[in-house]
């Protein structure tokens, strides 16, 4: 484990379960810190780490405030010496953001996208210069009705960064294909256009989220998951039928859906106000092939490791971040391999794909990335 989860001692935030409540403070003695925190100005909720590889600690962080006006945050730790971060750029939204992605741009080759989900799906353009948020183009699929279904989710296809993927509480999830007139890795001052390239009922009632898989090239198949109780998959060149991955025996509304980075025949969900995380095999469906079971309130987010097949991450609001080792599957995976705990209720957790060395949580109005 020592390959994945650091070197030594003082080489993680977190620790073994059982291994003490509280915060795990950061190692002294000139040792690198293991815990960075920022404190928001309002309580938080979407949150997304940046993919660029010349934007390291780089953060964006949305506003949970129960009104019209919000806000989203642009932060990047710039003093590691004494964990400080800056605000590199603010902007006003409507409503709360349901997620936040940055573009999946893992080599700093195209613009510096943001994509933000509420009432509807919105692409901001970060200046390289100024650090100004600059709306690029608000994408909505209902001109027909003076009323927006506000969008749960969505997701960014990694290996096309032109196609989006939003859900909705009106049962339907929409892919979107962004348009610039030119390939999205060369526009300059273009701005982003979308063209709807396919919109479908996807569940029986509202659709909570959407996430794209790595199958088959890593473009076309996608599953949802929504407020009947099933996890469904789509493959975007056979949009005529779908296969149902899994139900819930309770048809517990399901809110999570998480593939694994590195093998796709994995994928995690949770249900509303449950308190496991259920791992599903796409080559078995309908029967969960693990249960993680330690958290003692329901849990708000999973992340799987980006550079490990058979780590994945859980938060909840028991306070606890949990880490579990999954290649004993099919056998019962009893316990977490590392547990954190947090000062308040977890309720986003985010694995950084371009520092797989640190994870994000934000509780209340704080933010902590953990190095892991």
Not at 64 to 89: A, C, H
Request: hydrophobic share 35%; glycine share 8%.
């Amino acid at each position: 484990m020592n390959s994945l989860m650091g070197h030594g001692p003082h080489a993680t935030a977190m620790m073994p379960p059982g291994g003490g409540g509280g915060t795990i403070l950061p190692s002294s003695g000139g040792k690198r810190k293991e815990i960075y925190k920022y404190d928001a100005p309002f309580t938080l909720y979407a949150m997304s780490w940046s993919n660029r590889p010349d934007k390291k600690y780089r953060l964006a962080l949305g506003s949970f405030i129960e009104e019209y006006s919000n806000k989203v945050q642009i932060i990047q730790l710039t003093d590691e010496e004494n964990g400080e971060f800056k605000v590199k750029g603010s902007f006003d939204h409507p409503y709360p953001t349901t997620k936040i992605l940055w573009i999946p741009d893992t080599k700093g080759v195209c613009p510096d996208l943001l994509a933000t989900s509420g009432d509807y799906l919105r692409i901001w353009k970060v200046n390289e210069g100024s650090g100004e948020v600059k709306l690029e183009s608000l994408l909505n699929n209902n001109k027909n009705s003076d009323f927006c279904a506000p969008l749960t989710s969505f997701d960014w296809n990694e290996l096309d960064p032109n196609l989006v993927g939003t859900s909705s509480i009106d049962t339907t999830c929409t892919i979107w294909g962004l348009e610039t007139g030119q390939p999205i890795g060369r526009i300059d001052n273009n701005s982003v256009t979308g063209m709807v390239r396919t919109q479908l009922i996807a569940h029986d009632k509202e659709v909570f989220d959407i996430a794209f898989s790595r199958a088959g090239g890593g473009r076309d198949i996608f599953a949802s998951v929504g407020a009947d109780g099933s996890v469904r998959m789509f493959d975007l060149r056979h949009l005529e039928h779908s296969t149902i991955i899994y139900e819930d025996a309770q048809q517990q509304p399901l809110l999570r859906l998480c593939w694994n980075k590195q093998d796709p025949n994995y994928l995690a969900t949770m249900a509303t106000d449950g308190v496991e995380v259920i791992i599903l095999d796409v080559r078995v469906p309908c029967t969960p092939v693990a249960t993680l079971k330690n958290h003692t309130a329901c849990v708000n987010g999973i992340a799987w490791a980006p550079h490990s097949s058979c780590h994945i991450c859980s938060s909840g609001d028991d306070q606890q971040a949990l880490i579990w080792d999954i290649q004993q599957m099919p056998r019962p995976i009893d316990d977490p391999i590392l547990a954190y705990r947090a000062d308040g209720e977890i309720n986003q957790v985010q694995w950084a794909a371009g520092q797989p060395d640190w994870i994000a949580i934000c509780y209340n109005q704080s933010m902590e990335i953990l190095r892991v």
